[in-house]
């Protein structure tokens, strides 16, 4: 099993940022990959950015690409995701994800990921 603990989230008008961080626990001796998703509410969870741990491949949604900076700490197994002049559309819980293995699945697909954190919200006004 593997636990994740995100942590960062909270209120930030619109132009600001913000840093979350996720710490992975438990048997993480072979990560694959971690990344970020994000739901606003009445809509389906969706890739954020996304990180692979054997050549640090970084992938970002469209969305926040220029905005978001993804990175890592190996030793810590610790993912981050730096997020710079923040919109009101970013509003959203966020996910970490955590991927042991390859799934066969596209990075940006849930089902990628064996493993999620409980969700840090995010609001930004406007």
Do not use: H
Request: some cysteine.
């Amino acid at each position: 099993q593997v636990q994740l603990v995100e942590s960062g989230g909270g209120l930030v008008q619109a132009g600001g940022f913000l840093k979350l961080s996720c710490a992975a626990s438990g048997r993480t001796f072979s990560t694959y990959a971690m990344g970020w998703f994000r739901q606003a509410p009445t809509k389906e969870r969706e890739f954020v950015a996304r990180i692979r741990w054997s050549d640090g491949r970084i992938d970002y949604a469209d969305s926040v690409k220029g905005r978001f900076t993804i990175s890592r700490d190996n030793a810590k197994n610790t993912v981050f995701l730096q997020m710079n002049n923040l919109k009101a559309d970013d509003t959203a819980v966020y996910y970490c994800a955590y991927a042991q293995g390859y799934s066969g699945y596209a990075y940006s697909r849930e089902r990628a990921y064996e493993y999620w954190g409980q969700g840090t919200q995010v609001t930004v006004s406007s």
